[in-house]
């Protein structure tokens, strides 16, 4: 399995970027997706989650800001980002695991290379 993201780019504060995560190779019905983001001297912080039932979980800091949703049949995550802060600028990874229900703290078998995502004030 092999993920490429792609939508990351620099944007001014309040604007908005998606990004997508397209997955290569296998998958399956049951599976758990999520977006994890790290900027420079921070720790990696779990940003959206969605299963395959369409149930999803939002970190704090993005709710009501950010959207994830999954094409199953493309096999594509999104992630909309709307009013987006400078808070919000990472590099932003998307990650993927053929077991459900790992939500933001799970061990995901796959990683993206990830995409940057800089927003200026």
């Known amino acids: 399995v092999q993920l490429v993201e792609s939508g990351g780019g620099s944007v001014q504060a309040g604007g908005s970027l998606r990004l997508s995560c397209t997955i290569f190779?296998?998958?399956?019905?049951?599976?758990?997706g999520a977006w994890f983001r790290q900027s420079p001297g921070k720790e990696r912080e779990g940003v959206a989650y969605?299963?395959?039932?369409?149930?999803?979980v939002y970190a704090d800091s993005v709710k009501g800001r950010f959207t994830i949703s999954a094409d199953n049949y493309k096999k594509i995550l999104y992630l909309q980002m709307n009013s987006l802060k400078p808070e919000d600028t990472a590099r932003y990874y998307c990650?993927?695991?053929?077991?459900?229900?790992?939500?933001?703290?799970?061990?995901?078998?796959?990683w993206g290379q990830g995409t940057q995502v800089t927003v200026s004030s």
């Open positions: 190779g296998y998958a399956r019905i049951t599976f758990s």
């Open positions: 969605i299963d395959n039932y369409g149930g999803s």
């Open positions: 990650a993927y695991d053929l077991r459900g229900g790992l939500q933001l703290g799970g061990d995901y078998s796959y």
